[in-house]
Every structure is written in C-alpha cells, then in structure tokens.
DNA sequence: TAAGTCAGGTTGTCCTATAT
DNA sequence: ATATAGGACAACCTGACTTA
C-alpha cells in the first residue's frame, strides 16, 4: 500500500487521539445531570418528538449508542465513580453537572418518557480538556456526531440470519435462555418496520422452517430477494412450518440449479416478479435481449431449460395452496383429535407449542402407534394433504361442507363414505375409529353404498395389499411410520432427481402455474419412486439440527 | 414499427377487530 | 395491554390495444 492511502486517516487519527486521551470512563449519568453543551445546535424538535415515538412504542437501546459528555471537574471524578450493582456500569455522582456534545436529541427525547425511572443515559465521560487542549477536534467531534452515518444498512436476510445464529447457539446449550432472548430482542428492537419485526420473529419461531431459510440464505444472489414481513406473514399461513420448510429448500435446489457451475451470479435474475414466473410467461420473455436471465451460462433460453423457482414462494400460487391446507386441516382436526383442538389451532394467539400446529396434533392424535419415537409420519399425512389438496377442496364443495366450526357429525359421515379422496386421507391415520368424533371409518372405501359381497372382497383386497406393504393402508406411495428416517445420497445428481421429482407434486396440474410442472414432463425420470423419497429425505429433528451446525459454520460473518 | 396508454391482476404494507 | 391475523388499499407490473 502507498503512504496515500493513510493521508485520509490522518485527521481521524487525530481525533482518536484526542478522544482516548481524556476519555474517563463509561458512566450512567442520570437525565437532571445532564445539559447541552453550548457549541451544540439547536434543538430539532420534530426529530425529538419521533424519536420519543420510537422509545415508547419499541423501546430504548441506552447501551447500544452511548452518548458523549464534558465534565468540568474531570479528574476528581475518576476515583469518586460510585459502582453500580455488582457488575453494571458505574454511576456518575449526581452532583456533577455534565455537557452533552453528541447526542443530545435523545436526551431530550428521553426526558419525555412518562416515569421517572426512564431518566438516565449510558455515557462516554470526557473531562474537559478535550475542549481546551484539543478545541479543533472538539469542534469536528461534535460536528461529525450530526453528520449522517454512512452505514450499510442490514437487510432483512443479515437480520435473519443474526437472529438464526442465536437460534443455533441456544438450541446447543451455548447461552442461556435469558441472554437468547434478550439478544433476539435487541436485534428485533433495531428493525424499524414492525410488520418485519413481527415477520422475522415468525420465521425463526420453529426450527425447521428458520433451518430451511438459513440454507437459502447461504447463497449471496437470494438475500436481496428475501423479504420478513412478506415471508413471515405468508409462509406460516396454517403453520405447516414442515411443508413450507420443504418449499423452501426446494426453491433453494431450482436456483441452484438454474445458475448450474457459474461462480458469480447478480440477485438480478432471481427478483423477477411472480407473475413474470410462470412457465408460458417465461418463454416467451426469455428471448428478450435484455432478460435478466442473461447473466446465466448460455443465456436465457439455455437457462430456461434446466429448472426455476423464486419470487413463488409469497405469490398467490403458494399462498393460496397454503390457505387452503389451512381449510382442509381445519376438518381433518376435529375429526381426528376433536373440536377443542380445533379451538386452539383456529384461534388467533401465538404459536406456542406443538399442540397448535397440524404436524404436532397428528403427532398427539397417533400417540400410541408411534410409542413415543420421533416419526416423520405425521408430516407425511400433512404431505398426501398437500398432494390431494384440490380434490380434497373440491370434494367439500360437493359434499356441501363449509366452515369446519358450522359442519355437524352427519356431514362428515357423509363425506367419508362419498369421497374417496378424503377416506383415503383419514385412512392414514389407520384407526377403525375415528376419536375426535367417533365415527366409524369404513375399512373399505364406499362399503356402505356398495353391496356387502363387493365390500367384502375390496376388504380382503386390501388387507392383502396392506399386508405387503407392513401395515401402509395406501400401498402406493406410502412411508410407514416405522421406517427409519435417514438421508439417502448426499449425491447432488440424486438430490436434483429427487428435487425435481417432489416439485412435480407441488404444483397443481393443471393451473397455469409454474415452470416446474412442465418441468416435470420434460423429465423423463420424475416417476412414482422418486415421489417415494421425499417423506424420509425430509430432514428429522435430528438431521435438522446437524444441519444448522453445518450452516452455522459456513455462513459468512 | 415504435412508443404510449389503459385495464386487469398481484403483491406488499398498513389498519383494525379480536382474543388472550 | 398486547399480539395476531384478516381485510383493505395503494403501488406496481404486464399485456393488449391505439396512435403516430
């Protein structure tokens, strides 16, 4: 480096001399102590009134941004500084006038705050010599203390992602809860938005789905694209927390495989906006000279045919799946774990535990069978939910049923004999009875419209076919709840194959939506048996939090 | 043929009712 | 009092149509 280099550093230098060499300490200064210095500026009173705004509505960071202070009888303090309890900061004597020179609109703002207790700041102590002795870079100092900051500003994915590490950190046992929660807190306070406060902190809430969005957010090219208030409004739609999770990493897979071996990417081509994603919009636009796409090896068109997926994950194409998984479980529940669990999942509080979201009532619901083990079977009925989710949508249209609050036992009986889409889905909870209502699951479907000999024979039928499969009532694509989770190939070839084969079953045939269900015909090699994966690839607990360890590691800083 | 305009549809954010 | 979730609304984007 040239000596050019430090010519800029030299005044700053000087200031940070002149700044260390009367710096006395760090002290909480109570309010009434305190007064403005008389070089200072005067008050802007709009910008006191937000920031008292900003105290009161998401409170106040005193440590976080100290302010800076004279104080005329500098030396004699040092020794006088009162400790605080224990291990706290010091308090400055309360006699001791002192002079703020930075930081005096939140003083003032302070003082605003209703109780009493409000009235103190965290302060850096200077004594008065950095005035006299070192006036020029006094007057800088306090001149630079208006001057706007230059930071970069943290996007929502740093945001996340800082509060994903905590996440990791406490899951290990690393901190305590308390300093867990105090550090989320701080950096939730620091986002100004509270649509995006309330978003992030409903994304790192469960572990899988905050897991899922970390990994995303590995790659530089999408944090642009992550949006909290958004994601976190949107995506816990229902709290299939598990499913989305899954979306999200296969969203994660398409863009991996869209940019193929290229090192540098832009964020670019992956803001287009949703309604630019679908599979007939693409093609034509692609060949546009100027598509963002044409940053990618080959261009847009080469691009175009390997795979895609972005700007869906909030769209109405999700979204809308989601709301309607959200309406199918509200029917599922109160036939299968009764109508109070309906209660807590429909009503609007937080999300607490495992009792109020679809993964966790099927857990509880299938209790004895699953003997306590961790299983992925319960996500797997929430996945064949996810799979026959327009028939099962559909169906209740023409079986008349409507708000699950307002649909009577009858109902449901008559839907499970008419409907085989919704007979085949509470079949995989694989009791004769079911608890929440007490009604009776014919062991074959349409048994009771049928005449007795056909549904004997679809019985013996099926008990057959149960009896290869080891007890799956649905033979074809089924997991039992008993086969052990574990990855399959880490492989990233079978992991594309596998990727590809799961979205064939995400997207609706038939809609208009999206790349990947053309995607899919154009794939030769999504057949059933790559369908079979998916349930036991979905990373159990355990896998889940070897993961984060991984992603915990990688992750820049 | 290119530029401009309008309508329709989607998304993201703000507001508010509600339940604890 | 607080937090959630649904609804409303404004901004934006796209594509079709019109005009020079």
Same mark, same amino acid.
């Given at each position: 480096?040239?000596?050019?280099?430090?010519?800029?550093?030299?005044?700053?230098?000087?200031?940070?001399?002149?700044?260390?060499?009367?710096?006395?300490?760090?002290?909480?200064?109570?309010?009434?102590?305190?007064?403005?210095?008389?070089?200072?500026?005067?008050?802007?009173?709009?910008?006191?009134?937000?920031?008292?705004?900003?105290?009161?509505?998401?409170?106040?960071?005193?440590?976080?941004?100290?302010?800076?202070?004279?104080?005329?009888?500098?030396?004699?303090?040092?020794?006088?500084?009162?400790?605080?309890?224990?291990?706290?900061?010091?308090?400055?004597?309360?006699?001791?006038?002192?002079?703020?020179?930075?930081?005096?609109?939140?003083?003032? #703002?302070?003082?605003?705050? $209703?109780?009493?207790?409000?009235?103190?700041?965290?302060?850096?102590?200077?004594?008065?010599?950095?005035?006299?002795? @070192?006036? =020029?870079?006094?007057?800088?100092?306090?001149?630079?203390?208006?001057?706007?900051?230059?930071? /970069?500003?943290?996007?929502?994915?740093?945001?996340?992602?800082?509060?994903?590490?905590?996440?990791?950190?406490?899951?290990?046992?690393?901190?305590?809860?308390?300093?867990?929660?105090?550090?989320?807190?701080?950096?939730?306070?620091?986002?100004?938005?509270?649509?995006?406060?309330?978003?992030?902190?409903?994304?790192?809430?469960?572990?899988?789905?905050? @897991?899922?969005?970390?990994?995303?957010?590995?790659?530089?090219?999408?944090?642009?694209?992550?949006?909290? =208030?958004?994601?976190?409004?949107?995506?816990?739609?229902?709290?299939?927390?598990?499913?989305?999770?899954?979306?999200?990493?296969?969203?994660?897979?398409?863009?991996?495989?869209?940019?193929?071996?290229?090192?540098?990417?832009?964020?670019?081509?992956?803001?287009?906006?949703?309604?630019?994603?679908?599979?007939?919009?693409?093609?034509?636009?692609?060949?546009?000279?100027?598509?963002?796409?044409?940053?990618?090896?080959?261009?847009?068109?080469? #691009?175009?045919?390997?795979?895609?997926?972005?700007?869906?994950?909030?769209?109405?194409?999700?979204?809308?799946?989601?709301?309607?998984?959200?309406?199918?479980?509200?029917?599922?529940?109160? /036939?299968?774990?009764?109508?109070?669990?309906?209660?807590?999942?429909?009503?609007?509080?937080?999300?607490?535990?495992?009792?109020?979201?679809?993964?966790?009532?099927?857990?509880?619901?299938?209790?004895?069978?699953?003997?306590?083990?961790?299983?992925?079977?319960?996500?797997?009925?929430?996945?064949?939910?996810?799979?026959?989710?327009?028939?099962?949508?559909?169906?209740?249209?023409?079986?008349?049923?409507?708000?699950?609050?307002?649909?009577?036992?009858?109902?449901?009986?008559?839907?499970?004999?008419?409907?085989?889409?919704?007979?085949?889905?509470?079949? $995989?909870?694989? $009791?004769?009875?079911?608890?929440?209502?007490? /009604?009776?699951?014919?062991?074959?479907?349409?048994?009771?419209?049928?005449?007795?000999?056909?549904?004997?024979?679809?019985?013996?039928?099926?008990?057959?076919?149960?009896?290869?499969?080891?007890?799956?009532?649905?033979?074809?694509?089924?997991?039992?709840?008993?086969?052990?989770?574990?990855?399959?190939?880490?492989?990233?070839?079978?992991?594309?194959?596998?990727? #590809?084969?799961?979205?064939?079953?995400?997207?609706?045939?038939?809609?208009? $939506?999206?790349?990947?269900?053309?995607? #899919?015909?154009?794939?030769?090699?999504?057949?059933?048996?790559?369908?079979?994966?998916?349930?036991?690839?979905?990373?159990?607990?355990?896998?889940?939090?070897?993961?984060?360890? @991984?992603?915990?590691?990688?992750?820049?800083?």
């Amino acid at each position: 480096m040239t000596p050019q280099t430090y010519v800029d550093g030299h005044q700053g230098q000087a200031l940070i001399k002149a700044q260390s060499a009367h710096l006395i300490g760090r002290y909480i200064v109570g309010l009434q102590q305190i007064e403005p210095h008389p070089l200072q500026q005067e008050l802007d009173d709009s910008w006191v009134h937000s920031l008292h705004q900003r105290f009161e509505e998401v409170g106040i960071d005193r440590f976080g941004f100290p302010i800076k202070v004279v104080v005329p009888a500098g030396d004699s303090i040092i020794a006088m500084g009162t400790t605080g309890n224990d291990s706290s900061l010091p308090c400055l004597p309360d006699n001791l006038k002192v002079f703020v020179y930075h930081g005096q609109h939140r003083v003032e #703002a302070c003082r605003r705050m $209703m109780h009493q207790s409000e009235h103190w700041w965290c302060a850096e102590v200077y004594s008065q010599e950095i005035e006299t002795e @070192h006036p =020029a870079e006094f007057i800088t100092l306090m001149h630079m203390g208006n001057e706007d900051e230059h930071r /970069l500003a943290p996007s929502d994915a740093d945001r996340f992602l800082a509060l994903h590490r905590l996440v990791c950190l406490y899951s290990k046992n690393q901190v305590t809860e308390e300093t867990f929660q105090g550090n989320s807190e701080q950096i939730l306070q620091s986002v100004l938005n509270s649509t995006t406060r309330q978003g992030l902190s409903n994304l790192v809430h469960t572990k899988e789905l905050a @897991h899922s969005i970390a990994s995303a957010m590995e790659y530089l090219f999408l944090r642009p694209c992550f949006n909290g =208030a958004t994601w976190g409004k949107k995506l816990v739609k229902g709290r299939f927390f598990k499913l989305v999770a899954c979306l999200v990493e296969e969203m994660t897979e398409q863009c991996r495989l869209l940019i193929g071996p290229q090192a540098e990417i832009s964020a670019k081509p992956f803001q287009l906006p949703a309604p630019s994603c679908t599979w007939d919009g693409l093609t034509k636009r692609v060949k546009k000279s100027n598509h963002p796409w044409k940053e990618f090896i080959g261009g847009a068109e080469q #691009a175009l045919l390997r795979v895609l997926l972005l700007a869906l994950l909030t769209s109405d194409g999700i979204y809308g799946s989601l709301k309607d998984m959200y309406h199918i479980a509200q029917h599922v529940i109160p /036939l299968t774990a009764g109508r109070p669990t309906l209660d807590l999942y429909i009503s609007n509080t937080p999300h607490k535990n495992d009792s109020d979201h679809p993964v966790g009532i099927f857990s509880a619901v299938l209790k004895e069978k699953l003997q306590g083990k961790a299983s992925n079977y319960p996500h797997k009925i929430v996945y064949s939910m996810w799979e026959a989710r327009q028939e099962l949508m559909s169906e209740l249209k023409t079986y008349g049923i409507g708000l699950a609050a307002e649909t009577q036992r009858e109902g449901y009986k008559r839907l499970l004999c008419k409907s085989e889409s919704w007979w085949n889905l509470l079949c $995989m909870f694989k $009791m004769s009875t079911l608890p929440g209502q007490s /009604l009776h699951l014919p062991k074959a479907f349409g048994e009771l419209d049928q005449s007795k000999q056909e549904g004997l024979l679809n019985a013996i039928k099926k008990k057959q076919e149960g009896d290869q499969t080891s007890g799956i009532v649905n033979g074809q694509n089924s997991v039992g709840p008993t086969r052990p989770t574990k990855h399959h190939s880490c492989s990233p070839s079978l992991e594309i194959e596998h990727t #590809a084969g799961a979205l064939a079953n995400y997207f609706v045939p038939g809609t208009e $939506m999206r790349v990947t269900r053309s995607l #899919a015909a154009k794939r030769p090699c999504l057949t059933a048996s790559n369908e079979e994966q998916l349930a036991p690839v979905l990373p159990a607990d355990e896998a889940g939090e070897s993961d984060t360890s @991984h992603t915990a590691e990688q992750g820049p800083n």
